[in-house]
């Protein structure tokens, strides 16, 4: 009896032990400060990380990656005082060597700047609020979405946060759809990396949908990025990045089959970059 009981509670304590080690590698994420800008003097001053930090979420166990030039950058964590008053005097810790990283070990707000010159007081600095991990979504079947709903895909009339405005609040799992509608012959939608997202650079594209209603299916978590080659769109706010994550498993009844990109078009290798 006692050596069930003993072999019960050893068998729920790696069950704890293998859920608490998933939960920490499903929330872990890398975040590049100030993504292709880097940590710099930001050129708008300190708006330019206080935007970038209200854009991402921080849980336990992220990454934040600090590139810089070495020798003309550093970056020091120092307390909301320090960081208030520009004070550098005695950091937490300092980085010299990029790309420095920190990791996001406990809950609560971070603070960083550069301690040389006048750096900080130009604008390089950065806080943040690490949160604990979210519950895991509960099991539900594929969503089909419309992208932006009535006004379909097109230029949108307030720029890109239009479709960010779409996204937000929205979860996509792995076999979740996604359908673009548009007037054939005057837009299409191009799946893209995150780098030509970001530029609104088209000349690579990784496919190419022309036909309306273009659907594509969510078959990868990670980062989705979408635009329109067509001139300026991307540049004008037709543009589209989303953030898959993978099903979670369902409480009973058999597993859902894999899904695949619509026969419409062929993926290509890999498909979409994931977000770091």
């Given at each position: 009896m006692k050596q069930n009981m003993a072999k019960k509670l050893s068998i729920?304590?790696?069950?704890?032990?293998?859920?608490?080690?998933?939960?920490?590698?499903?929330?872990?994420?890398?975040?590049?400060?100030?993504?292709?800008m880097g940590w710099i003097v930001p050129p708008l001053g300190s708006i330019a990380y206080r935007t970038w930090a209200a854009t991402n979420t921080f849980i336990i166990g992220d990454i934040l990656v600090f590139n810089f030039t070495i020798g003309q950058q550093d970056v020091a964590r120092v307390t909301k005082e320090a960081f208030?008053?520009?004070?550098?005097?005695?950091p937490i810790a300092i980085e010299t060597t990029s790309p420095a990283n920190f990791t996001l070990s406990s809950l609560g707000e971070y603070y960083f700047i550069s301690t040389l010159d006048r750096h900080c007081p130009l604008g390089q600095k950065l806080a943040i609020n690490v949160t604990a991990p979210p519950p895991p979504p509960p099991a539900r079947d594929p969503v089909t979405y419309d992208v932006g709903d009535q006004m379909g895909w097109t230029v949108p009339p307030g720029g890109s946060i239009a479709y960010?405005?779409?996204?937000?609040?929205?979860?996509?799992?792995?076999?979740?759809?996604?359908?673009?509608?548009?007037?054939?012959?005057?837009?299409?939608?191009?799946?893209?990396?995150?780098?030509?997202?970001?530029?609104?650079?088209?000349?690579?594209?990784?496919?190419?949908?022309?036909?309306?209603?273009?659907?594509?299916?969510?078959?990868?978590?990670?980062?989705?990025?979408?635009?329109?080659?067509?001139?300026?769109?991307c540049s004008l706010g037709q543009r589209l990045a989303i953030k898959v994550t993978a099903p979670p498993p369902p409480s009973s009844?058999?597993?859902?089959?894999?899904?695949?990109?619509?026969?419409?078009?062929?993926?290509s290798a890999g498909g979409p970059s994931p977000l770091p």
């Open positions: 729920a304590t790696a069950i704890f032990v293998v859920a608490t080690l998933v939960q920490t590698m499903v929330a872990q994420e890398i975040h590049v400060v100030g993504d292709n208030d008053t520009c004070n550098s005097t005695n960010s405005t779409w996204a937000y609040n929205k979860t996509f799992i792995v076999g979740d759809t996604l359908v673009f509608n548009f007037i054939n012959g005057t837009q299409d939608v191009a799946i893209v990396s995150k780098w030509s997202y970001e530029t609104c650079d088209t000349n690579t594209t990784i496919t190419v949908l022309t036909t309306s209603p273009a659907r594509f299916t969510l078959t990868n978590t990670g980062g989705h990025y979408f635009t329109s080659t067509y001139p300026r769109r009844g058999p597993a859902m089959p894999p899904s695949s990109y619509s026969s419409s078009y062929g993926p």
